[in-house]
């Protein structure tokens, strides 16, 4: 599956296929991002190809798990992170199941 951003031109409205080195349409140049190494940790494993498949608490969940003690090196504060989004999830369901 071929994936497209916006170009990086905010006067170009085309979209561009992501990693291309510039826009077909207007021809600028476009950017180029590397995930952070506390989220590319895992070989051929990117975690915003995981997280984008899930709805925000629960992907902000899966990101402050994967991210566990790499980003900082309190490992106890992305668990209490990731439980606080864990958290919010749970009441949102829960509100919808008495909603419904």
């Known amino acids: ?3 497209y951003t916006h ?8 979209t561009v296929e992501v990693g291309a080195d510039e826009c077909s ?3 600028t140049p476009q ?6 190494g506390y ?19 629960l ?3 899966i990101q402050y798990i994967w991210r566990c003690g790499r980003k900082t090196e309190s490992a106890i504060e992305d668990l209490e ?4 989004f864990l958290e919010f999830e749970i009441a949102l369901r829960k509100e919808q199941e008495e909603n419904a």
């Open 1 to 3: 599956m071929t994936h």
């Open 59 to 61: 992907a902000q969940v």
């Open 25 to 27: 349409w207007c021809g």
């Open 81 to 84: 992170k990731a439980k606080v």
């Open 39 to 57: 989220y590319d940790w895992i070989p051929d494993i990117q975690c915003y190809k995981v997280t984008q498949h899930f709805p925000g608490n």
């Open 7 to 14: 170009c990086c031109n905010p006067e170009c409205l085309s």
């Open 31 to 36: 950017h180029t991002t590397t995930s952070p």
